[in-house]
């Protein structure tokens, strides 16, 4: 069993920056990979990116490319999500999970927080 808990919302002006935690318990969670994932208003939920079980290898989504970085901690159990540059549509709940598989779907994801709202003002 793994428990994700995710922190470090907040409301931010555009173009401001954001730096999301998720913290992991359960003694197998070092060998999940770990994606985050949003959901706006109305709207279905969306890949961010994801990094695999040891960080060495990230995956993006386009919209946040080249401004957005996932990276973890494993001695700390943590990934984090940095996030510069923010935009109005980045506005969303983000929530972290954890899969067996690098993958951008939400559907094969085991575990997943309770989410922390990101919202970005114009």
């Known amino acids: 069993q793994v428990q994700l808990v995710e922190s470090g919302g907040g409301l931010v002006q555009a173009g401001g920056s954001l730096r999301l935690a998720c913290v992991a318990s359960?003694?197998?969670?070092?060998?999940?990979?770990t994606g985050w994932f949003r959901q706006a208003p109305g709207k279905e939920r969306e890949f961010v990116a994801v990094?695999?079980?040891?960080?060495?290898?990230?995956r993006y989504a386009d919209s946040v490319k080249d401004r957005f970085t996932i990276s973890r901690d494993i001695a700390k159990n943590t990934v984090y999500l940095q996030m510069n540059s923010l935009k109005p549509e980045d506005t969303a709940v983000y929530y972290c999970a954890a899969s067996l598989s690098i993958t951008d779907s939400f559907r094969r994801y085991d575990y997943w927080g309770q989410g922390t709202q990101v919202t970005v003002s114009s």
């Open positions: 990094i695999n079980w040891d960080g060495g290898s990230t």
């Open positions: 359960g003694r197998t969670f070092s060998v999940y990979h």
